[in-house]
């Protein structure tokens, strides 16, 4: 898989998380491609910000 590969070539260069932004990878599972790094989710992010606000 293409993104199990990108994954491995930032862990070997010392990333410590990744940044979902603006794509449709966080509907691939999280736990699929993560591989234990801290993963930042931007679509999950925006949703519960809006959750928050809209129930404020």
């Not at 994954?7 to 699929?32: I, M, N």
């Amino acid at each position: 898989m293409i993104l199990k590969e990108a994954v491995g070539f930032f862990k070997q260069h010392a990333a410590e998380a990744l940044v979902l932004g603006c794509t449709e990878l966080s509907l691939l599972g999280r736990g699929d491609f993560c591989d234990g790094m801290l993963l930042f989710d931007s679509t999950e992010i925006l949703a519960r910000a809006l959750i928050r606000e809209a129930t404020c």
